[in-house]
């Protein structure tokens, strides 16, 4: 067995865990991609020497970025996923009475390779064979410079703002999103740890706030996503969908028999609820 070392944050800091079994090593056209096994965190999926999602604890991570906005938008039809090339963000989208959803994802061979040594992230590829799953293989910020057909859902499931993903994280990215968003419609975002990546959620929140969306963050903790809370992006058209009705949402999650592991509409609501350092460390943005 090796040693994995990842350095993170301009490497002030650093996580590891012991490979049992390198499952796959390639160069993509667009990332370094590993995919290997551990007795902590079953498979995992690094890309550039970075954890992006491992089987033990990914459905804390896709479940709350995925049920927040599609249970707070009141009518999800048609839903936009940004990234989320293993599947999991798909796969949760799909437990929903929805109508269509289109999966935006730069580099097919981490879609292939999820399928073939993740399958539990994406139903072992049949989430891609649901007539209401439309697969993208494209750069999302040149698809939505052409895509006319407009979203009750948005949701950026991507890397961190490095590299090809960078732009991601860019008002003008922010800008193509809510062009595409319909009336009452809602976006999630992947903010980063915010104890160890505090620019990171500010300048989204204003970037989104610049739009003139209502935009707040909102909470979850993922153990391998090193440095404790992790901040998700919300933002919505409509300020009216901000104040979480527990009791709406739960009549919706019971109805649809939706099974989850982590999200209810109980945590729906407490994520909202910041710790105050972490309202101290947003104060900066001009949501506050």
Not at 17 to 31: C, D, G, N, S
Not at 176 to 194: C, F, H, T
Not at 218 to 230: A, H, I, L, R, S
Request: glycine residues 6%; contains cysteine; negative net charge.
């Amino acid at each position: 067995m090796t040693k994995f070392i990842e350095a993170l944050h301009g490497a002030d800091a650093f996580q590891g865990f012991e490979i049992q079994r390198l499952l796959v090593e390639k160069q993509t056209p667009f990332q370094h991609l590993q995919i290997v096994d551990t007795a902590k965190f079953g498979r995992v999926l690094l890309l550039d020497g970075t954890v992006q999602t491992t089987e033990r604890d990914e459905f804390m991570y896709h479940e709350m970025l995925v049920h927040v906005p599609m249970f707070s938008c009141p009518d999800p039809k048609r839903v936009l996923i940004v990234g989320g090339g293993d599947g999991g963000s798909l796969r949760e989208v799909l437990k929903h009475d929805i109508e269509h959803v289109d999966m935006v994802e730069i580099d097919k061979e981490v879609v292939d390779l999820c399928i073939e040594h993740m399958p539990q992230l994406n139903n072992a590829g049949e989430i891609y064979n649901d007539p209401r799953a439309n697969l993208v293989i494209e750069d999302a910020f040149e698809y939505l410079k052409h895509v006319e057909q407009g979203y009750d859902v948005i949701i950026s499931d991507s890397t961190d703002p490095v590299g090809a993903a960078e732009v991601l994280f860019s008002e003008r990215f922010y800008r193509l999103i809510e062009k595409q968003l319909r009336p009452d419609g809602v976006i999630a975002l992947q903010n980063g740890v915010v104890f160890l990546q505090p620019d990171e959620p500010r300048k989204v929140l204003d970037h989104l706030t610049n739009l003139g969306l209502h935009a707040r963050c909102y909470t979850t903790v993922v153990p391998t996503y090193y440095g404790g809370q992790m901040t998700l992006g919300y933002a919505t058209n409509n300020q009216t969908l901000l104040p979480v009705n527990t009791q709406q949402i739960n009549a919706r999650w019971q109805n649809q028999a939706i099974l989850t592991r982590c999200y209810t509409p109980e945590l729906h609501a407490a994520s909202f609820v910041l710790p105050k350092w972490i309202e101290e460390t947003l104060a900066g943005s001009s949501h506050a």
